[in-house]
């Protein structure tokens, strides 16, 4: 079992191994199906618009019901976790509620944005996580980058800006103002190219998220939260 291995079964299914750590008793993890302790996380996810065109072809893309890809990532990762012999975690459907954004920063350089979503140097705000596998093996997993967050460096902060709500205020994310927003025709440019706040990060990654998928999350957005 290494790593390589892992993020190669990762990407066949439409995900990216996000790199992990070694687990202590500390963290509180869940014994594997066998009982043993775990002693590794490697984090799986999305990185712009790579993999996202395997989930377009999957039955939960468009079967009509809920929460179609928080299904797939599920259905996926725990044929993962079952074919290498691991626990598969997840983000959603708690409790118990997994500190997913803990445990990326401990596993990639992402530091919190000024619109409180993690940033990544390579990345941007265009990536999520959607699992993790829990390993009864000590695996090397890739050694975290030390690199500065890139908002450290950026002086207009055009993402606190570009809203045209202004929906992202020092005291948080105004959730109500966004969504009545992209209910009515003025929201219809956020809701076909995404929001304004996140394209004004000029930190873009390699392969963008194509119109279709930028749509599908907006949309999920709005499922959520209606006006």
């Not at 990762?77 to 118990?96: K, S, T, V």
């Not at 992209?182 to 190219?193: I, K, N, S, T």
């Amino acid at each position: 079992m290494d790593y390589a291995s892992i993020a190669a079964g990762a990407e066949a299914v439409g995900l990216v191994a996000r790199g992990g750590f070694s687990v202590s008793e500390a963290d509180g993890l869940p014994m594997l199906a066998d009982g043993r302790p775990a002693a590794t996380l490697i984090l799986l996810g999305t990185v712009g618009g790579r993999g996202f065109d395997r989930f377009l072809v999957a039955p939960e893309a468009s079967d009509g019901k809920p929460d179609p890809l928080d299904r797939w990532s599920a259905r996926v990762i725990d044929a993962l976790a079952a074919d290498l012999g691991a626990r598969a975690l997840y983000p959603f459907g708690g409790p118990p509620w997994w500190p997913f954004q803990r445990w990326a920063a401990r596993a990639e350089p992402v530091a919190p944005s000024p619109l409180g979503l993690l940033i990544h140097p390579d990345h941007g705000l265009w990536h999520s996580w959607r699992g993790a596998l829990a390993f009864a093996e000590t695996i090397d997993v890739p050694v975290r980058a030390d690199r500065p967050s890139p908002c450290s460096g950026c002086i207009d902060r055009p993402c606190l800006h570009a809203c045209p709500v202004g929906a992202y205020q020092p005291g948080g994310f105004d959730v109500a103002a966004c969504a009545r927003h992209l209910a009515v025709p003025a929201g219809r440019d956020c809701m076909e190219a995404g929001c304004r706040a996140r394209r004004a990060c000029p930190v873009r990654p390699a392969q963008e998220q194509s119109p279709e998928q930028i749509r599908f999350h907006m949309q999920a957005f709005r499922a959520v939260h209606p006006a």
